[in-house]
């Protein structure tokens, strides 16, 4: 399969905005202070998520569709995912009760173990984070993947993407009101909506529809002109959210995002310009996972460090291009090496796996 650059492109871009975002929000109380210029962007990072979300499901449709005749396709999706997701999960479940043990004196229960390594954590009031630091989006990502073989299976068009987006709106309506019933506290009950499965569902479906329109427009000679102006449009969506002005339509502002996003996406994929799809960002794309899930950590452990700098008698600017440099040399090159020696062989050993059941005839 020929890979999309765009798409390796997205993914690392997402990653590196949250790497920005959580630098601000990680460090309690917060230390490393974002110039004035760069505050609006900055704290806006968490949104990235919902670009990977998107991304996720069209990435999940064009591989589908590339194995569509594969024996054993539902068993060997399932396969490929876990190998890719799981191994580097895994390791960072092991340095977590670590970490925690260690510079915490906090233990994890069995069941926060447990419910951690079959990725069903999302699933439970209270503990939807769970224990590896934002790991959730993991445990949402897997519930995706569950449903994805059944979702693709009745949906072989734009219009009936554009349905199951809508269907996913009055589903995630449906939850949040059924929720409003249940016996929790807002303590528990906001942050368990917030990072519910159902609640990002149908971001995942507008990245299926986001697929679809895409599969159109690669059968015809677009104009680069659309995709530059589904660009534009992206940023002026983006510009009017930062300012609060997306109130309308969604029940939930949040799905706005996903309509900003998957415009920029769909843009790009028609007209992918070079200061966002480059050798750097595609290399960072295909780190992205790893980006993601180091990051916290080196984030935290860094704290010391943001402190010196953030004492050096020079402008905030500096200080803070300082910090971002110094934090992305070390995440990269960390990234790196958890791909190369943990990611890699995962998704080698999942291939081998696929290989040898087809050998086998798949018993």
Request: hydrophobic share 55%.
């Amino acid at each position: 399969m020929q890979r999309l650059d765009f798409l390796d492109s997205l993914r690392g871009l997402a990653a590196i905005y949250i790497v920005l975002y959580h630098m601000v929000f990680i460090p309690q109380p917060s230390i490393v202070i974002v110039p004035q210029w760069a505050a609006a962007f900055v704290h806006t990072g968490g949104t990235a998520v919902t670009l990977f979300f998107v991304a996720s499901a069209f990435s999940l449709c064009l591989t589908w569709h590339l194995h569509d005749r594969e024996v054993h396709q539902i068993k060997n999706f399932f396969v490929r995912r876990f190998f890719r997701i799981a191994p580097l999960f895994y390791f960072w479940i092991g340095l977590s009760l670590l970490r925690d043990v260690l510079i915490f004196d906090a233990l994890h229960s069995p069941f926060e173990i447990f419910s951690s390594l079959l990725f069903f954590f999302n699933l439970v009031p209270g503990g939807q984070d769970g224990f590896v630091w934002a790991s959730w989006i993991i445990s949402v990502e897997i519930l995706f993947y569950l449903l994805f073989p059944v979702i693709i299976k009745h949906i072989s068009d734009t219009w009936q993407a554009a349905a199951l987006f809508v269907g996913t709106l009055l589903l995630s309506l449906a939850f949040k009101s059924v929720l409003d019933y249940l016996p929790l506290n807002n303590a528990v009950r906001l942050p368990f909506y917030d990072r519910a499965f159902l609640h990002h569902l149908p971001v995942f479906a507008f990245g299926m529809l986001v697929y679809f329109l895409f599969k159109r427009f690669r059968t015809k000679a677009v104009p680069q002109s659309v995709g530059y102006t589904l660009m534009g449009a992206a940023a002026n969506g983006y510009a009017a959210a930062l300012k609060g002005y997306l109130s309308i339509i969604f029940f939930d502002a949040y799905y706005w995002q996903a309509v900003i996003y998957g415009a920029f996406f769909l843009g790009l994929a028609i007209s992918p310009i070079t200061l966002i799809v480059n050798r750097v960002t595609k290399f960072l794309g295909k780190i992205s996972y790893s980006l993601y899930l180091n990051h916290p950590t080196i984030v935290y452990l860094l704290i010391p460090v943001y402190r010196i700098i953030y004492e050096w008698p020079i402008p905030t600017t500096f200080k803070y291009l300082c910090a971002v440099s110094m934090t992305l040399s070390i995440l990269i090159v960390a990234s790196y090496l958890t791909y190369r020696f943990i990611e890699k062989p995962g998704i080698h050993l999942g291939k081998r796996f696929i290989q040898k059941s087809l050998a086998t005839g798949g018993d």
